[in-house]
């Protein structure tokens, strides 16, 4: 018998990085289900390519660097990213739409920075952008909610779609995009920002079908699932608080002033807050503790800037929804956050003070 | 916030409404902290059990922070029980007392209650089992002032048992007004209840404690804090405190740290310690409810720090109980009693879960701050798993309850950039482990900080070194200048004299006299040694004379470097030919030529010491040298015998420098022998060369004592060269 | 007549800033250290001389006109490193590869010293006291290390020993504590 050394503390709460990571991909589920429901199967297929991707490509990079592999894939980090960006595309984007997103995301913006914990920007979102940017016609493919489909698509009919863009039927994607009365449909995001461009007031775009009450058709649901499974994080105390509600609160707050001041041509704060991928980012990709900031008022700091980058963008850029973005220059701006935000030591006096 | 209001002039005007709310039983809360599960009930529901006296005992000289006192018993000696076994010397030193009577073994170097695990100076104690006390004179509070109680305190060794171990006689014995005086019963860390057990049995004893506590402090208020987790020792201090109105027990929730002096300060007045002070700048003493008992003890039953409560706990024990254990009992002792029974790769932990350290073996002895022993199995408290990448969670930011920033720390931890330590404030830290406890990449963070905290201290202890360094070169600077200067001026007053002279007599006759005087006076400087002939030389009326004989000194020291410089070059260029072994004779030939002249010489001029034992030096330097060279193997043994016999001889007939001279040329010659017999002749004849050379040699010698010593030295190494050669 | 407004516009405005530029400069001057003292500062102060210089300033002096910053052992490689920060050139490795990682002091093995003096003229710091024929001692707390005695010494009875770790220098290097086998 010896006796071992080991450094205090002795004890320690069981909850580990692949636990959280783990926990914060169920969190997902709700949304991933609802969205699977209102907007086809489509979203599975990219999960499942998008996690294979990433193990491939993570177990890729740990070997080239020379460390372990299997203790590192099982942190599901590299899952957790996969997720996250199998659910932000357009579940009919193709195939190698989904592989080359994930692949940069996990090669380059993750490991070529250092691997977990060294990253500088949102893994998922700057894959995203580079998508966007690269391929903008096949990630704004969005189909319209499954109640205004002219055509529904079984499962068989999603794996067609995604491999070949044409369903097993023989309809192609953008037949399949168009509704029942054989308008191309667009998100309702996209349209909104159309007919505005095109001189509409806000009330009468918003009579059109892919709008549902006071946000879009189907994208209401989603958002509301994102926010179930995110309240149920920050019961969990995986995420904190503070930086949903900054990016809600803040986002909310911008576009009621805006609403208020000029009704007809700036969507009101609950259309922003249930339209596209609100809910998502303020819980699920805002709150990717490696790229956001790490103390508490630095959390609300960055959270508000998101809210405000999203709403600037959304009614003022030239995109329709501006999530990663606004993350991408929010994930830029946190060191400097970071290094103006720290709390008071105790026993020291704050900056002011001093 | 509560840090501006509460400090300074501001802290004193806040006063009454802070006292106020005190009164009121408020009570307020820090940032961060952990709940880990405290797993208290196996031992906190059971009496303290009292173990029988072990075989040994050992103390550990120092026990505290600050320095060991002066040793006052020596090994073989009887002590009795309570006896000072070192003396308090100083304000810092605060003594240790033989825990029972019995006999002092040794005080040797023994495994220390310390994370390092070095060894530390012990005194070894058996106990013979009488239990016989010293003469012990209590004292009583009315009739003592406060030097009396403070030095009966230090003198009974009493230092912060609560885990820090700072002499209390320190703590107490403070200039500055106290406003409150804390005791600290919280005990945050899991497993420990030694102090929850104290309080339920000892209350009464605690409350006097305090009580002498207030005389020396005279406090305003008393606060004792316990956590809600101990509801019948906070009963139990409740009922002693009855009778005294301003002793306030507050109970505060359970949280860990808690039980930090910080931390504890925070939670009970909503003050902070500003950074860099201590809690008595702000009108704070805080105690432990141990330290309150002990001093009680002391005071009124003239009882020193013999023994502690020890919580000894975890599964691997069949009874896991609070000990009352005698300072110097050996963990093993300790755990056995409690029916211990060790896994493979056994952890046992002084201390609590939290803070506490692993021990490398089993005879550390308890010492006075050592409040837990544990013993978990693998299960109860698991190793922790491998190191994972940190993903900036900030839990540990959140669980720190220091406000640190954890995460940034480990990353300058790692950098070793102390620079930005110091901005992060990384001294604050209270190394609780509270984020190394939350962390889910089982990032050992405590240990990182520890180690860049001790880089930090080393860094601090080296500048601080280099400085005193510089400070002494320069002092040595400025005085060898001061001294140049000196002589300087010295040798121009004489030039100036000696010009006068000249002046004032004939030219040509002054010199031929000074020139006989300064024969006169070599001759009788060569009769002193080096020193003396300075001092006589500089004493001298004479000043032309002194003036040549000062430079005749300096000539022959200069004459000496320079000799030696030719010895070292000579050795050198020795050493080279030697490796080419027919060589050797031929260039220890050479160099005896000039080392010979130099002795002579040096004998001649003044006597001279030195030179005998440069010539030695050199003589052994060779030898060692052919030796080295030597192809057999018998030879270094034997070359090395000679030389050192010969050394040897020679230093010890330094006072004569003629024959000392002479036999550093034996030497030389034997060496060269030596070198000789090593090739050719066989290693018995080689023994008897050695032996007849320190025959003869201590013919040579003034003193025949010394020189059959030296002899018998190379008859015994001879002997032990002829053994090794026979085998 | 445009150009000759821009240019004037210009002009003007570099003359502003300039002047501007030239008060900060003035105004809030820092007064730094001379560079030597700041190189004097990084030095170990052994004063050992191993850099071939008699003491750390002379060495700070020479660093200063421009040589190399790697010639100090006992400073080992954070020295190094902290003088091509501030020097602003590449940090090189030591130029003798004898580093000194574990500090050492100088020891007199009493019984042998013949009380010559020699290593208390050599020592640069007077770390060492004893008088003529009598036995020497090194005060362990102001020895730098700099082996500057060991050489002087006739009978070669100075060691350089390294110092005792102490509980309270303990660097927390949990591995080099010996797991012991017991049972």
Known sequence: MSFKIASSPHQHNQLSTAQIMRLVAFACLPGIAVQAVLFGYGVIIQLLLAIVTAWCSEALVLKLRNKPILPRLKDNSALLTAVLLAIAIPPYAPWWIIVIGTAFAIIMVKQLYGGLGNNLFNPAMAAYVLLLISFPLQMTQWLPPLSLQSVSLTPADAVCAVFSQYSCSGFSLTQLQSSIDGITMATPLDTLRTDLSRGLTLDESLTKPVFFAFAGAGWLWVNLAYLLGGLLLIQQKIISWRIPVAVLASLFVLSSIASLAAPDTMAGPLFHLFSGGTMLAAFFIATDPVSASTTNRGRLIYGALIGVLVFLIRNFGGYPDAYAFAVLLANMAVPLIDYYTRPRTYGHRTRSER | ?727 | MTLVTALIAVGTLALVFGAVLGYAAIRFKVEADPLVEQIDDILPQTQCGQCGYPGCRPYAEAIANGDDINKCPPGGEATIRKLADLMGVEAKPLNEAQTESVKRVAYIREDECIGCTKCIQACPVDAIVGASKLMHTVLVDECTGCDLCVEPCPVDCIDMVPLTVTPERWKWDLASIPVKMVD
Request: proline share 6%.
């Open chain 2, 1 to 727: 916030m509560g840090f501006s209001q509460h400090t300074g002039k501001d802290g004193r005007l806040s006063m009454p409404s802070l006292f106020q709310q005190i009164q009121a039983g408020k009570v307020w809360d820090f940032h961060g902290g952990i709940h880990p599960p405290t797993r208290k009930q196996q031992t906190s529901q059971k009496p303290v059990a009292v173990m029988p006296l072990p075989d040994r005992l050992y103390i550990p000289l120092r026990q505290h922070i600050g320095v060991a006192g002066q040793l006052l018993v020596k090994a073989g000696e009887t002590v009795l029980k309570g006896q000072p076994l070192t003396l308090a010397d100083n304000s810092m030193a605060v003594p240790v007392h033989a825990p029972t009577s019995g006999t002092v073994l040794a005080i040797t170097p023994h495994t220390g209650a310390h994370p390092s695990a070095l060894p530390e100076l012990t005194l070894v104690l058996a106990p013979d089992g009488k239990e016989q006390w010293r003469e012990r004179e209590p004292l009583t509070l009315a009739s003592c002032d406060n030097m009396t109680l403070l030095n009966r305190i230090q003198e009974s060794g009493i230092a912060g048992m609560g885990g820090a171990g700072f002499p209390t006689h320190l703590k107490t014995g403070v200039n500055q007004p106290v406003d409150y005086l804390i005791i600290n019963a919280v005990e945050c860390e899991p497993y420990i209840t030694a102090d929850d057990l104290l309080m339920q049995e000892a209350a009464t004893t605690i409350v006097k404690g305090i009580d002498i506590l207030c005389q020396l402090l005279n406090p305003k208020a008393v606060l004792i804090g316990i956590e809600d987790d101990k509801p019948i020792a906070a009963a139990a201090m409740m009922a002693a405190c009855s009778q005294r109105e301003h002793y306030y027990v507050r109970t505060v929730p359970t949280k860990y740290p808690s039980g930090g002096e910080k931390q504890l300060i925070q939670l009970l007045t909503n003050k902070e310690v500003p950074n860099g002070r201590r809690p008595v700048d702000i009108g704070i003493v805080m105690q432990n409810v141990g330290t309150a008992f002990a001093i009680a003890q002391a005071v009124l039953d003239d009882h020193p720090l013999l023994s502690r409560i020890v919580t000894v706990a975890g599964d691997t024990l069949s009874q896991p109980q609070n000990v009352l254990t005698l300072i110097g009992t050996p963990v093993s002792s300790l755990l056995n009693f409690c029916g211990f029974q060790s896994e493979p790769k056994q952890r046992v932990i002084m201390g609590g879960p939290m803070m506490g350290f692993t021990l490398a073996d089993l005879s550390v002895p308890v010492v006075k701050t050592t409040n837990c022993i544990l013993a978990p199995t693998a299960e109860e408290l698991p190793a922790a798993s491998n190191e994972m990448d940190c993903i900036r969670c900030s839990s540990c930011a959140d669980a720190c309850p220091a406000s640190l920033l954890p995460q940034q720390l480990l990353w300058y931890s790692k950098a070793k950039d102390s620079e930005k330590l110091a901005e992060y404030n990384l001294a604050d830290c209270i190394e609780c482990g509270a984020c190394a406890y939350v962390c889910p990449s089982e990032i050992p963070l405590v240990q990182y900080y520890r180690v860049a905290k001790a880089e930090l201290r080393e860094q601090q202890r080296e500048a601080l070194k280099a400085e005193q360094a510089k400070a002494r070169f320069e002092a040595r600077n400025a005085r060898l200048e001061r001294e140049k200067q000196e002589r300087a001026e010295r040798n121009q007053q004489l030039a100036a004299a000696r010009q006068q002279q000249q002046l004032a007599s004939g030219a040509n006759n002054a010199v031929a006299d000074a020139l006989a005087r300064i024969k006169a006076k070599q001759a009788q400087a060569s009769a002193d040694t080096a020193n003396t002939a300075t001092e006589t030389a500089s004493a001298a009326t004479q000043s032309s004379a002194d003036k040549t004989a000062i430079l005749a000194e300096r000539e022959r020291k200069k004459q000496q470097a320079r000799e030696y410089q030719q010895q070292k070059a000579a050795a050198i260029a020795a050493e080279m030919k030697a490796d080419e072994n027919a060589a050797t004779d031929a260039s220890t030939d050479q160099i005896a030529t000039p080392s010979d002249s130099a002795a002579a010489d040096n004998s001649n001029s003044t006597a001279d010491n030195k030179a005998a034992a440069v010539a030695a030096a050199i003589a052994r330097a060779r030898a060692k040298k052919a030796a080295e060279t030597a192809p057999n193997t018998a030879a270094p043994v034997q070359t090395d015998a000679e030389a050192s016999t010969e050394a040897k001889t020679e230093t010890d007939n330094d006072a004569d420098p003629r024959k000392a001279a002479v036999a550093a040329a034996l030497a030389r010659a034997k060496a060269k022998k030596a070198a000789e017999t090593m090739q050719s002749t066989a290693p018995a004849e080689t023994a008897a060369a050695a032996l007849t050379a320190a025959d003869s040699e201590a013919g040579n010698g003034v003193d025949p004592r010394k020189a059959a010593i030296a002899a018998a030295i190379a008859r015994a190494k001879a002997k032990k060269q002829a053994d090794s050669e026979n085998s």
